[in-house]
Each structure stands twice: as C-alpha cells, then as structure tokens.
Antibody, heavy 120, light 108 residues
Framework: QVQLRQWGAGQLKPSETLSLTCEAS????????WTWVRQSPGKGLEWIAE???????HHNPSLKSRVTMSIDISKNQFSLKLKSLTAADTAVYYC??????????????WGQGALVTVSS | SSELTQDPALSVALGQTVRITCQGD??????ASWYQQKPGQAPVLVFY???NRPSGISDRFSGSNSGNTASLTITGARAEDEADYYC???????????FGGGTKVTVL
C-alpha cells in the first residue's frame, strides 16, 4: 500500500515562500508523476504541478512562474516551493501520485493534506 | 480550452441512480478520472479510464465517455455516497492536468 507523508510550514506571511516535502513509501518511486494539488477553503481542487523520477515537470500555467518542483530519488521524496505568497494561496495542499498510461491520466494515491495559511 | 465543466450540485433519492457529467475538449483525447471527496478528507479515486475501478471501490460506481463528455454513474445511491465528486484529465496542449469544478451530490 502506497503511503504519502507530507510536511512543511503551515503559517506564512505574504511575499514569503511556501516549502512542502512529501515522502512516498510502499511502492515504486519510478514510473510515476509526483504531484501537488491544493484546495482553497470551500473551493474545488486545483492541480499545481508534477515531477517524474527523471526530473521532468509539468505545471499549471497560472502558477508556473512561482512554482519550483524538485525530487530526491535516494530518499523517495519530492518537494514544492511556491514563492511570492498572497492570501489567495491559503489552502490545503495535498501531495499525490499520478500516472499516465496511454490516454489515461490519473492520481491514485493522496497524502493527508496540510493547511497552509498566508496571513500578515 | 483546458477547462472541464461540471454541474455544481445534484441530488438523488436513496437507492436511485445519479449521473455526474464532465465536459471539456481535452476529453476527446484523454479519458477522465473521477474522485470522491468527503468533508475534511483527501480525495479518493473511484473510477478512471474507459472502464477501471480501483480495488475496494464499489461496483455501484461506473463511468462512460462520449465525445467531449465523461460521466460517472452511481447506481443504488447510499447515504455514504454523499460527497463532492471531481473529474480530471490531462490537457492536450502542454500536458498539464485540469480538474473540473466539482459536483456536490446530496442523497435524499
């Protein structure tokens, strides 16, 4: 059973940088897209970005300029940095495991989520 | 366009059938995946591709696809099916992923 454990600062100020890390266990690290999704209070899911074991990335166009993804295969960990925070970035952030097989793209395992609040 | 459109809310009587739809141009090239999210919990994958249900997901959940529309059908709705449901798929232009706005399903 794949498990995703995430951690990072939960309270940040405007203009600061969010930094979250997620560790995967219980399955292969290769062959998947390691993903971040967020959900603002009372709102829907917003996909942020993904990275594969080779460091290949895809980004949400609306967030791309502020997002940095990284991966450490030796530790089965991947990380998200989101800079220039505003109150609009307040959300529950989920790490997750995605995959692409032919024309099927899916996210099959999710972390527990972590609330990040941006406030002065 | 990479947008996916869902009805904001649907209701279904206990034991009846409800169909949740998701529309978008990307669905002509990629299959949708469907997620169930209950309050305070992470989303759970309930259906994906043409006909795939993850292990442990009830066979009351089924999916279909036609043109630019994907559908998730819940047959014999139970109180435990009351949740938000999201579709997603991959954008064909630059490969980013997009979610639909979600459908809140209420079981009456």
């Amino acid at each position: 059973q794949v498990q995703l454990r995430q951690w990072g600062a939960g309270q940040l100020k405007p203009s600061e940088t969010l930094s979250l890390t997620c560790e995967a266990s219980g399955g292969s690290f290769n062959g998947f897209y390691w993903t971040w999704v967020r959900q603002s209070p009372g709102k829907g899911l917003e996909w942020i970005a993904e990275i594969n074991h080779s460091g290949g990335t895809h980004h949400n166009p609306s967030l791309k300029s502020r997002v940095t993804m990284s991966i450490d295969i030796s530790k089965n960990q991947f990380s998200l940095k989101l800079k220039s925070l505003t109150a609009a970035d307040t959300a529950v952030y989920y790490c997750a495991r995605g995959s692409i097989v032919s024309t099927i793209s899916t996210i099959d395992y999710w972390g527990q989520g972590a609330l990040v609040t941006v406030s002065s | 366009s990479s947008e996916l459109t869902q009805d904001p809310a649907l209701s279904v009587a206990l034991g009846q059938t409800v169909r949740i739809t998701c529309q978008g141009d990307s669905l002509r090239s990629y299959y949708a995946s469907w997620y169930q999210q209950k309050p305070g919990q992470a989303p759970v994958l309930v259906f994906y591709g043409r006909n795939n249900r993850p292990s442990g997901i009830s066979d009351r959940f089924s999916g279909s696809n036609s043109g630019n529309t994907a559908s998730l059908t819940i047959t014999g709705a139970r109180a435990e099916d009351e949740a938000d449901y999201y579709c997603n798929c991959r954008d064909t232009v630059d490969n980013h992923v997009v979610f639909g706005g979600g459908t809140k399903v209420t079981v009456l």
